[in-house]
């Protein structure tokens, strides 16, 4: 089923309709078509990329600091 989401246009800032051809819960590449009524700015052949890496877990430590 198809999944439909609302963004603002990249180009005049009013509504941006995105439509997901297919569910993003599988991995693999899935198609996305939007289109702005107003300035007619299209997004044609861009794919949405899912897969199983996850970015590095970021770490945060407090550090010493010394004065002289």
């Given at each position: ?11 005049c ?14 991995q ?41």
């Amino acid at each position: 089923m198809a999944r439909y989401i609302n963004r603002k246009c990249p180009r005049c800032r009013d509504y941006f309709g995105l439509a997901l051809n297919q569910a993003p819960d599988s991995q693999g590449e899935h198609p996305i078509s939007g289109y702005c009524a107003v300035c007619g700015y299209q997004l044609k052949g861009w794919r949405l990329i899912l897969g199983r890496n996850q970015a590095p877990a970021v770490r945060y430590a407090r550090t010493r600091k010394v004065f002289r």
